[in-house]
């Protein structure tokens, strides 16, 4: 079963993040927003933007995301970490950071605010903060892993790992190839 964590993490990152980022044409909520009602049901900050797709669609999707979400709490390791127990892959940062942005995208920001998997996976991630702001357990994949951190960090707009994602994306951006125009990696990412 285990070899599903990775595309459920994917499938939930990506319907949480277009929906937070895009809204499907709403507007985001403002963090700390009370969720919004739809007469029916309770319609939370991340998924705002499925209005209009149709109840039955719309629960549907909303269904599928609590089993996702539910599916990678069952997965997630005492350290607060996301691996791939069927290979004994231990928790890593790629996929803790991937498990906490699609825990984080798949409710509105108060109950994410509260989930304490999002608060053991983000403290795994910042667990692995270096000196200069990368956060990362492979050093072959430093940008990656420090970018998928970041990503979770964002997602779960918690104030206390603030300064951990100021620092990863001041990390970021440093590491930006920029020294010469001509080069044909200039503007990209080591």
């Known amino acids: 079963m285990s070899k599903i964590l990775l595309p459920v993490a994917l499938c939930l990152a990506v319907v949480g993040a277009a929906v937070l980022l895009a809204g499907c044409g709403d507007a985001q909520a403002p963090e700390g927003a009370t969720p919004k009602t739809n007469g029916k049901r309770l319609v939370a900050d991340s998924d705002a933007g499925l209005a209009g797709l149709g109840e039955a669609l719309e629960?549907?999707?909303?269904?599928?995301?609590?089993?996702?979400a539910d599916y990678l709490r069952g997965q997630q390791d005492a350290k607060g970490g996301f691996g791939d127990k069927e290979i004994k892959l231990p928790g890593n940062v790629a996929y803790t950071a991937m498990a906490v942005?699609?825990?984080?995208?798949?409710?509105?920001?108060?109950?994410?605010a509260k989930d304490e998997a999002i608060t053991k996976g983000l403290t795994f991630l910042v667990g692995f903060q270096q000196e200069n702001g990368s956060i990362?357990?492979?050093?072959?994949?430093?940008n990656y892993a420090t970018s998928a951190a970041i990503s979770a960090l964002a997602a779960a707009r918690r104030s206390e790992f603030r300064q951990a994602q100021a620092k990863a994306s001041a990390y970021l951006k440093g590491s930006q190839i920029?020294?010469?125009?001509?080069?044909?990696?200039?503007g990209g990412f080591p």
């Open 59 to 68: 629960m549907g999707i909303q269904d599928a995301m609590k089993k996702g």
């Open 101 to 112: 942005t699609a825990l984080a995208g798949s409710q509105d920001s108060g109950a994410a």
């Open 136 to 142: 990362v357990d492979n050093p072959k994949v430093t």
């Open 178 to 186: 920029a020294a010469d125009p001509d080069d044909p990696s200039y």
